[in-house]
């Protein structure tokens, strides 16, 4: 059952729907059963501290303050939102590789995919000046990405300027 979902350890960590195989543009001689190029994972990389979960957990503070706002509870609002500050602070210390100007898959890694930069980009953690040089590395990647995360590939392009 668990090597449905890829499963290859212990305990569950990040569960993903990413399916592993063929990358854009890559041929494979290994049959479908038993494929172990990136497929639409773009290779990514998991670590104990990764990108993409903590971008989602970075916009879901960021959610959760408009949602406090909105039914009128102040206090809970203003901690949402100094929590999401905090976190887009060490997200950006910790994850982003400042002389590339792109993200890592996560901590202790340098591999770099096109999840780990779609995801902070859709959700507004990227400082302006790593603008350009991550819808770059976005637009490199190709369509590595399922229906899901292809939604999140054409907002970030779309609301950076880049609907071409």
């Not at 890592?104 to 995919?113: K, L, R």
């Amino acid at each position: 059952m668990l090597e449905s979902i890829h499963f290859e350890g212990s305990g569950i960590r990040d569960l993903v729907d990413w399916p592993r195989g063929t990358s854009f543009g890559e041929e494979s001689n290994k049959s479908c059963f038993n494929m172990n190029l990136a497929g639409e994972t773009d290779r990514y990389v998991f670590t104990d501290i990764n990108t993409v979960v903590n971008a989602f957990h970075s916009h879901n503070l960021i959610l959760m303050g408009k949602i406090a706002q909105v039914i009128s509870k102040e206090e809970d609002a203003e901690f949402f939102r100094s929590r999401a500050e905090k976190v887009k602070e060490i997200f950006n210390g910790v994850l982003l590789d400042h002389k590339r100007g792109i993200y890592m898959d996560g901590e202790g890694t340098d591999h770099a995919a096109l999840h780990a930069n779609m995801f902070p980009l859709a959700f507004g953690l990227v400082p302006e000046k790593y603008h350009q040089s991550v819808i770059e590395f976005i637009k490199s990647r190709g369509m590595a990405a399922r229906p899901y995360g292809a939604q999140y590939l054409l907002q970030a392009l779309y609301e950076s300027g880049e609907s071409q």
